[in-house]
Each structure stands twice: as structure tokens, then as C-alpha cells.
């Protein structure tokens, strides 16, 4: 079968393919004593899957593959570009198919609709999931629980997989079999947005008691860079947000804050020093998160962000629950460096990527009130004002700068050091797929949902706990944030009395919290669906550009233009598919 840029081209036989691929990820397992013994060419399936060490090279490769260039810049561009943070930066006409899509001019052209790295990583966690239970039978070594843990490692990578999927391009082919040959029925039609989300969540519930709860300390990379249950219970949580199902989201979410608070609790009990009781403190300052604390010294300010972004792991893992995890040394560490964030985003040669923060962005920032974006009560003093962007050098901070220090002695003009940016080509930073932040701000958003409209005093008094939930766990976010020495609050609750206006401040706070992490567009078609009109996401993407906007709005008023095309030869490959009508044949941007 020769079928060029078909999902399934590169996956048949993929069991054998896997054997070879470097464990580049994770510093796991590998299968290197097996491919000293045979040649490559010789490897079949009978021969690799006899023993747990082959399933665990296997289980590295699939993470790899995750992480792999293909994968993280389809994160970036499906999760961002098309929001109304994003503009063209330096050098972006050396990728006509980036600068289309910033200017919302998107075909089935455009190679950024290709999925093949997603069902890549799909498919070879369905082989694993094939094989892994017949390896058990035959290797005593590899426990039950092991195996267990392997099979929710699997599911829950696939579902990550399938659920960046669905939000790209709404319905998807779906299967859990693995393809491994030429026979098997490939061409599948798409399953629907809502079913394969179904599919996600049941497959999820079913794991969830299977994964590993916590890592060794002595592996703290596998903290935050493998699956754990909070990383499971993490998707759950979202999904059930995008479900509208707002219970089960808020109920996941706080499984997620109990485990980090426990987990918390443990490291400051373990360190019984000045600076843990003064981490402690900032959990009570918090309202009770243990969000990490943002303060370095009196006046000096950026610590929180600096774990979060930095390859400190041991702190970190305070806060992060799940991410892909890059190496500024690839050849010492045997791990990719993170070549996507390097070039979008920009590097120690290149001070801005291909893109850059939008002027809507940059104007905000500026301005001292009435500002959209940014809260005008935290003044200057909003840590993000700066981590999330170099607004004198109109750049991206995030993932390009190693850190930010921000004196605030000077409250009315804080002073402003960035720290060197990565190297070309060497970039460590790693890829935060969930934090705490970003769960907290998840709950907020369900529990705005659950409140009602109106001001009779019915309305009024069923609002109000709910209101005071949300209202905790944004101000929370935002208050680490503020570079004060004593937390006080700076948002006000009494601002914030009816559903719009909390749905509105979630919104913000998780625009400026998870800015360039790949969310924003994400968000902006959840509400869209919820809402079931585009006016919030049309508007966010006019705000980034100074000609055009009403074109795009033209565009995004249909619901079927906030999706993605398929790859055009996909179409051709596939019989089954029927392409968007948002465009058209699929190689124009006209709407059929």
C-alpha cells in the first residue's frame, strides 16, 4: 500500500517500526540489548514482544513520538495561532503555511492539517495495548500491576492524542485497533465530535485506578514527565468541561487540588526549613492552593514562573501535572531539544521567532487603564505583564527567556531583567500539557456555568456560593501573579455578581495565566460551542490584525470555520471523509 500522506501510510507494521526508534524521551527502558543481537532487518513481530524491557522501549517511543517536532508545533498553531494573541514575527514568510493561517486565510492545503504525527503517537499506543497483555503471559517478571499501569499509560496518551484531534477538526476517524497490516480496513469515515469524546471519557474512567499515583522521588522527571493519575484525572476534568457535564469536571478537579495539596504538605514537611514556612505562607495567601510562590526576596519577584518554565523539576512538580519533557544538552542527556519552541518562538540568536505577540497584546500591556486583557487594578505589577512577553522588544518571553527577575522597589516602574535567552537550537524549555493553574481556572469555568442570569433574589441567593468558589480560584491565580510582598487582593468579588461577568473574568484569567501553552483558540471554541455562535471567538481573532477584520469575521460567523480542513489528500486516500464545508472543495476557502 503506497498511499502518500494517508493517516495510516506510516503506521502499518508499526510494532516492528518502534523497535527501532531511539528512546529519545524520557530516559526509560530501551530495547538496545535486543538490537545488538539482531539486525534490523531481520526484527519481526514474534521475536520483539517476548519481555517487559521490549514493551517498555515500546512506551518510551510513543511519548517520544508525542513529543516529537511535528506534534509540539501542531500543538502551538492548533491551540494558539489563530487566537488574538498571536502575530507574524521575524522571518514568517519562510513559512507561507504559518503566515495563512495567521492571517486566517486556511486551505486543505495548508500542511498544518496533516494529523498523521497524532495517529503516529495513536497507533503506536494501540499496538502497545495489542501486545503488552500477551508479553505479561509469557514474562513473570512483568507484574500484573505493571501491566496494568502500562495499559493506562497507553489509553490515556492515545486519548490526549485523539482529544487534540477533536478539537482541531471536530469529527475524526476513531479506532483503538492497531494497524499492523496491510489487510486491515483503513479508510474509516469520521466519528463524531461527541462520540469520540464519549469514547475518550469511558476509556479514561476505565484506567484511571490503574495508573501510577506518584514516582519514586528519586526519579523526579518521571514526576511530571510520565502519566500519573493526576494527569489522567487532569484530561477527565476537561473533557467533561467540553462534555458541559460541569459536575464530574469540578469533581475531577478537585481530586487534582487534594493531590497536590497533599503533595505539598509532604515537600514542607520533608525540607522543615525558613523557606518552606515561608512557601506555607503563600499557600495560606493563596487561599489554600499550594501554587508556588512567586516572591524570591522582598521586592523581588518571579520565582513561580521560573520553576514552571525552567527544567527544575523538584519544585515544579508542586504545580505541574503533565508535560513533554526537552533536554539543552541533547547528546549528554540522550533527549530532544524542544527545535519547535526555538523556531516559532525564538532563541538566543533570534530574539523573535516566526511569531510574536499580537499589537492587541502589546497595547494592553502599555496601557495603565482600560485594558482587556490584563486586569488595570494589578497596575504594573502583574508578574505575567512581563513573563508572557518582551514588550519593549515586541517578543515572546515565555519558553525563549531561562527566567525574568522584576524589582518592584520602585512599585510605579518595576525594573525588569531578563535572564539569557536558550541557545539556538538547544532550547530545554519543556511542554506543559496540564498545571494546576490551568485545572483551577477549568473549575472556575464549570462553576460559572452552573450559575443562573437574572437579579430576583432567588437568583441572587442560589449565586452566591457559586460566585464565591469561582471568584476564590481566579483571584488565587491572579494574586500569585501580583509582585506585592504582602498578598492582598486586587481583584474585587463585589465586581464580579452575575454569570457574564465571572464568565468573562475566567476567560481573562486564563488568557494571560496559560498565554502561548497552546489553550487559548481551545477555549475560545469551547465557549463558542457552548454558546452555539462564534461572536466571542470572531471578535478575539479581529482584535490582531489592523486590515481585514471584517473579512474574518465573515468567516468565523459559521460555526464549521472555528474547525480545521482536512489535508486535502486525505480526501483523496480516504472515500469516506467528507470534508468541512466551512472549506469548500477543500483546496479553496470558499464555504459550500
Known amino acids: 500500500m503506497k498511499r502518500q500522506h494517508h493517516i495510516y501510510h506510516t503506521l502499518k507494521g508499526l510494532a516492528v517500526i518502534m523497535?527501532?526508534?531511539?528512546?529519545?524521551?524520557?530516559?526509560?527502558?530501551?530495547?538496545?540489548?535486543?538490537?545488538?543481537?539482531?539486525?534490523?532487518?531481520?526484527?519481526?513481530?514474534?521475536?520483539?514482544?517476548?519481555?517487559?524491557?521490549?514493551?517498555?522501549?515500546?512506551?518510551?517511543?510513543?511519548y517520544s513520538a508525542l513529543q516529537s517536532d511535528a506534534c509540539i508545533r501542531r500543538m502551538m498553531i492548533w491551540g494558539e495561532v489563530r487566537s488574538d494573541n498571536m502575530a507574524p514575527g521575524t522571518n514568517v514568510t519562510n513559512d507561507a503555511n504559518l503566515l495563512n493561517i495567521l492571517n486566517e486565510n486556511i486551505t486543505a492545503k495548508?500542511?498544518?492539517?496533516?494529523?498523521?504525527?497524532?495517529?503516529?503517537?495513536?497507533?503506536?499506543?494501540?499496538?502497545?495495548?495489542?501486545?503488552?497483555?500477551?508479553?505479561?503471559?509469557?514474562?513473570?517478571?512483568?507484574?500484573?500491576?505493571?501491566?496494568?499501569?502500562?495499559?493506562?499509560?497507553?489509553?490515556?496518551?492515545r486519548s490526549l492524542s485523539y482529544f487534540y484531534l477533536i478539537r482541531t477538526f471536530r469529527d475524526v476517524p476513531f479506532?483503538?485497533?492497531?494497524?499492523?497490516?496491510?489487510?486491515?480496513?483503513?479508510?474509516?469515515?469520521?466519528?463524531?465530535?461527541?462520540?469520540?469524546?464519549?469514547?475518550?471519557?469511558?476509556?479514561?474512567?476505565?484506567?484511571?485506578?490503574?495508573?501510577?499515583?506518584?514516582?519514586?522521588?528519586?526519579?523526579?522527571?518521571?514526576?511530571?514527565?510520565?502519566?500519573?493519575?493526576?494527569?489522567?484525572?487532569?484530561?477527565?476534568?476537561?473533557?467533561?468541561?467540553?462534555?458541559?457535564?460541569?459536575d464530574r469536571c469540578i469533581q475531577y478537579a478537585d481530586l487534582v487540588i487534594e493531590s497536590k495539596k497533599k503533595l505539598a504538605k509532604e515537600f514542607l514537611d520533608s525540607r522543615q526549613t525558613t523557606s518552606s514556612s515561608s512557601q506555607d505562607e503563600n499557600f495560606t495567601r493563596t487561599n489554600g492552593y499550594p501554587l508556588l510562590?512567586?516572591?524570591?526576596?522582598?521586592?523581588?519577584?518571579?520565582?513561580?514562573?521560573?520553576?514552571?518554565?525552567?527544567?527544575?523539576?523538584?519544585?515544579?512538580?508542586?504545580?505541574i501535572i503533565f508535560q513533554l519533557v526537552f533536554s539543552d544538552d541533547p547528546e549528554r542527556e540522550s533527549m530532544a531539544a524542544n527545535s519547535a519552541v526555538n523556531l516559532f518562538y525564538g532563541n538566543g540568536k533570534v530574539s523573535i521567532g516566526y511569531l510574536a505577540p499580537s499589537d492587541y497584546l502589546l497595547e494592553d500591556i502599555a496601557k495603565t487603564s482600560g485594558r482587556t486583557v490584563f486586569e488595570d487594578k494589578n497596575k504594573k505589577l502583574d508578574s505575567r505583564l512581563y513573563f508572557n512577553c518582551n514588550s519593549e522588544n515586541k517578543a515572546i518571553a515565555k519558553y525563549v527567556n531561562r527566567g525574568v527577575t522584576i524589582s518592584t522597589s520602585n512599585a510605579q516602574n518595576p525594573d525588569i531583567i531578563y535572564t539569557t535567552k536558550w541557545?539556538?537550537?538547544?532550547?530545554?524549555?519543556?511542554?506543559?500539557?496540564?498545571?494546576?493553574?490551568?485545572?483551577?481556572l477549568l473549575k472556575a469555568e464549570a462553576i460559572a456555568q452552573k450559575l443562573r442570569e437574572g437579579s430576583e433574589e432567588d437568583v441572587i441567593k442560589y449565586n452566591e456560593p457559586y460566585l464565591a468558589q469561582a471568584f476564590s480560584l481566579v483571584n488565587a491565580v491572579n494574586k500569585r501573579a501580583v509582585c506585592q510582598n504582602v498578598l492582598a487582593d486586587t481583584l474585587v468579588a463585589?465586581?464580579?455578581?452575575?454569570?457574564?461577568?465571572?464568565e468573562d473574568l475566567v476567560m481573562r484569567e486564563r488568557q494571560r495565566?496559560?498565554?502561548?501553552?497552546?489553550?487559548?483558540?481551545?477555549d475560545l471554541v469551547r465557549r463558542a460551542r457552548r454558546e452555539g455562535r462564534t461572536t466571542v471567538?470572531?471578535?478575539?481573532?479581529?482584535?490582531?490584525?489592523?486590515?481585514?477584520?471584517?473579512?474574518?469575521?465573515?468567516?468565523?460567523?459559521?460555526?464549521?470555520?472555528?474547525?480545521?480542513?482536512?489535508?486535502?489528500?486525505?480526501?483523496?486516500?480516504?472515500?469516506?471523509?467528507?470534508?468541512?464545508?466551512?472549506?469548500?472543495?477543500?483546496?479553496?476557502?470558499?464555504?459550500?
Open 175 to 246: 479506532s483503538r485497533e492497531a494497524y499492523i497490516d496491510d489487510d486491515q480496513t483503513m479508510d474509516l469515515p469520521a466519528t463524531s465530535f461527541e462520540n469520540v469524546l464519549d469514547s475518550l471519557i469511558e476509556d479514561l474512567e476505565g484506567v484511571k485506578d490503574m495508573a501510577v499515583k506518584r514516582y519514586p522521588t528519586t526519579t523526579p522527571i518521571y514526576q511530571t514527565g510520565r502519566i500519573t493519575q493526576d494527569a489522567i484525572h487532569s484530561m477527565l476534568c476537561e473533557m467533561y468541561l467540553w462534555k458541559q457535564d460541569y
Open 19 to 62: 523497535a527501532l526508534a531511539p528512546a529519545t524521551s524520557l530516559l526509560l527502558s530501551s530495547c538496545g540489548d535486543f538490537l545488538e543481537i539482531e539486525p534490523r532487518n531481520e526484527i519481526v513481530l514474534e521475536k520483539f514482544w517476548n519481555e517487559k524491557a521490549d514493551v517498555d522501549g515500546i512506551v518510551t517511543g510513543c
Open 423 to 440: 541557545p539556538d537550537g538547544l532550547n530545554g524549555s519543556n511542554w506543559i500539557i496540564y498545571r494546576l493553574a490551568d485545572i483551577m
Open 293 to 319: 510562590n512567586n516572591m524570591t526576596m522582598n521586592n523581588q519577584f518571579g520565582d513561580a514562573y521560573d520553576y514552571l518554565f525552567s527544567r527544575e523539576y523538584n519544585m515544579a512538580q508542586q504545580e
Open 110 to 157: 495548508n500542511n498544518y492539517t496533516e494529523w498523521v504525527s497524532f495517529y503516529n503517537v495513536i497507533n503506536r499506543c494501540n499496538t502497545v495495548l495489542k501486545y503488552a497483555p500477551e508479553v505479561a503471559a509469557m514474562d513473570p517478571g512483568y507484574t500484573q500491576s505493571e501491566l496494568q499501569a502500562t495499559i493506562a499509560e497507553m489509553v490515556a496518551l
Open 537 to 592: 471567538l470572531s471578535q478575539a481573532a479581529m482584535q490582531k490584525v489592523t486590515t481585514g477584520g471584517s473579512l474574518i469575521a465573515n468567516k468565523l460567523s459559521k460555526m464549521d470555520a472555528m474547525y480545521w480542513p482536512y489535508y486535502y489528500t486525505e480526501l483523496k486516500v480516504n472515500k469516506n471523509l467528507v470534508q468541512n464545508p466551512a472549506f469548500g472543495s477543500g483546496e479553496n476557502d470558499s464555504y459550500e
Open 513 to 522: 495565566e496559560l498565554m502561548f501553552e497552546g489553550k487559548r483558540w481551545y
Open 494 to 502: 463585589a465586581d464580579y455578581t452575575t454569570k457574564s461577568q465571572m
